[in-house]
């Protein structure tokens, strides 16, 4: 179960604070340098009434640009935070997951 929809950097741009998100990577084509940062579509920011990441993504992201960084020991103790870790393992979908505890049922 991987994300519902993979959005790259001009339709990121272009939708602003309109849209809550979650970078995921960056790829690059056949040829390509550089690479483009790709994001999954989380929410339409006006579903959740604010234009701010939950915790859970901002740590995830804290992680991933630990790991591009190459500093390890950071990126483990972000990507290895709970629930995130389990969010994120399992695909978690459904609810807006701000609200997530570590004493949560985390339910795939």
């Known amino acids: 179960m991987g994300p519902d929809i993979i959005i790259g950097e001009d339709t ?3 939708a602003g604070d309109a849209i809550i998100v979650r970078r995921l990577d960056r790829v690059a084509g056949y040829g390509g340098t550089g690479g483009l940062a790709i994001y999954e579509l989380l929410r339409m920011a006006a579903d959740v009434g604010g234009t701010e ?3 859970w993504v901002r ?3 804290s992680g991933l640009s630990a790991y591009e960084d190459r500093r390890w020991s950071k990126a483990i103790i972000c990507l290895k935070r709970r629930p995130l870790f ?6 978690l979908r459904g609810s807006w997951l701000s609200d997530v505890t570590p004493a949560s049922p985390i339910r795939p």
């Open 86 to 91: 389990a969010m994120v393992m399992t695909g």
């Open 53 to 55: 990441a939950p915790e």
């Open 12 to 14: 990121r741009s272009a």
């Open 59 to 61: 740590t995830y992201e």
